[in-house]
């Protein structure tokens, strides 16, 4: 079964950057046929949405991100970033990709982001 593996969280000081990758587990699965969101769940909070990019490379973010992050993909690389620069200490949370392929949704597991000095 393919699943999104997230990669690139860490402890990052406020006011710092950090790069989030996901890819499919599998080749046979491409990014670039739909849409790809990020999503963050902060400890006790609802998971919400950061951004999405479609298929054709709009992007569309949270109030709260706006400004700060990047949603982008490489294609040949098979691949979605969120850049997230400015970070502060309500950006901490475990964020996720997400994508709907013919109905399904898949999710991976998660890559964690504290933000700390």
């Known amino acids: 079964q393919v699943q999104l593996v997230e990669s690139g969280g860490g402890l990052v000081q406020p006011g710092g950057s950090l790069r989030l990758s996901c890819a499919p587990s599998?080749?046979?699965?491409?990014?670039?046929?739909?849409?790809m969101d990020w999503y963050r769940q902060a400890s006790g909070e609802e998971r919400e949405l950061v951004g999405r990019?479609?298929?054709?490379?709009?992007?569309n973010y949270a109030d709260s991100v706006k400004g700060r992050f990047t949603i982008s993909r490489d294609n040949a690389k098979n691949t979605v970033y969120l850049q997230m620069n400015s970070l502060k200490p309500e950006d901490t949370a475990v964020y996720y990709c997400?994508?709907?392929?013919?109905?399904?949704?898949?999710w991976g597991k998660g890559t964690l982001v504290t933000v700390s000095s």
């Open positions: 599998t080749n046979i699965f491409s990014i670039s046929i739909g849409a």
């Open positions: 990019i479609t298929s054709g490379g709009t992007t």
């Open positions: 997400h994508t709907n392929s013919y109905g399904m949704d898949y």
